[in-house]
């Protein structure tokens, strides 16, 4: 199902800037939404999905900062799928992706599909963005989608990591708006891809919301391949 890019689109309170409170009477339920050495430049790593292919049937133990791994429940962004993306990844028990009209815009990269979290119990979205060309610099394109993400963050933290078999940047940060009580975690991580830049993006209602997302982002980050 495609839904307009106006729906929902907060990062889960999500693009924490005016414009995108006053979204908020669009969006049907409770939504609300994210240095050390610079990376050189991200290109993809040359293999196919197999490394990712593998690492995806090994969802079960624990994941990143000893919280227990999602269960997968299915994937996203291959032949079939609501969302068409240049990358494909599993998907936790019960989130819902839906596909989401071009329209909507964060540096380089435009919005192409929304997982929803609720069905699962939580309050928020992995946000996938997509744009660019092949050879774009991932860093510098994870800072223009961060700037309009959040306007006003703090505790920036830039890594270099993997994603799957992708070499990919990520970066964490706790962003900050009138309509929150608190600094908010927020999370995402880029790729390069033959056909441009993926970012992949967790918000949350709260802090505490993205803690209990965040297995479902690491699973997605774990599987990631190309399609």
Known sequence: MVRSAVRG?????????????????????????????????GASSAKGGKDAEADSGKAGGKGDGGAKAAEKGGSVGGAGSPC??????????????????????QGTVSLACEIDAKPAGSIGYIRVWTGGKQGDDVRKAL??????????????????????????????YLSNSEFQDGPKKERAFAVATPKGVVVVHLGGLDSQEHESMLPAYELAKKTLRGV
């Open 84 to 105: 068409s993306l240049p990358v494909t990844f599993d998907l936790a028990k019960s989130w819902k992706p839906e596909a989401v009209q071009a329209g909507f815009s």
């Open 9 to 41: 689109l907060m990062s889960g309170v999500g693009l924490a800037v005016v414009p995108a409170a006053l979204l908020l009477g669009s969006v049907t339920g409770c939504t609300a939404e994210p240095e050390a050495g610079r990376p050189a430049n």
């Open 143 to 172: 800072e223009g989608f961060v700037a309009e993400e959040s306007k006003d963050r703090e505790g920036e933290k830039y890594t270099e990591t993997k994603a799957g078999a992708f070499d990919a940047v990520e970066i964490s």
